[in-house]
């Protein structure tokens, strides 16, 4: 995992869940991460989100950032789609610890086999947005008064990021640039 100065990726663990659901309490409060009102406990967070690529930052020790998958559908097809969710502590925001994180989280994704990572951010939430254009992701649309948070219809801007190097086998008769 990369390293940079007392900054460490690592996988996340059960016993990092305190830290885990503080930032993401953190995430939640400011009103543009989620449409999430409150941090769910560890069972049902550990049973909605893949066991793999579930990763966190830490600086001297303590957990500051994490990222995880959550199946996009139970169809075989959709074995390598998953969405992701990628939170930073209030305090280390802007210091592109996301950017690292995420770079990180991509690479561990396709190792273990995903082909697209994708993720509904609000409009609002421009620095999200900017750190998931700078590692490789694209806008694929922008769904309008998709939900509403806290009694108001919010829109969400879908990124998407689709793997060079995994899932790309091909099948006879398939296009050369298409992934079969």
Known sequence: MPTAGDINITPMLPDDWPSVQRIYAEGIATGNATFETE????????????????????????????????????????????????YVDESFRGRGIGKLLLAAFVAESEAAGFWTLQSSIFPENLASIAVHLACGFRVVGRRKRVAMLNGVWRDTVIVERRSAAVGMGQRPGCASDAPC
């Open 39 to 86: 941090v769910p406990d560890w069972e049902t967070w550990d049973r909605n989100h893949r066991p793999e690529c579930r990763l966190v930052v830490r600086s001297s020790d303590a957990v500051i950032a994490w990222a995880a998958l959550s199946p996009v559908s139970a169809r075989a097809c959709y074995a390598g789609v998953a969405e992701h969710s990628i």
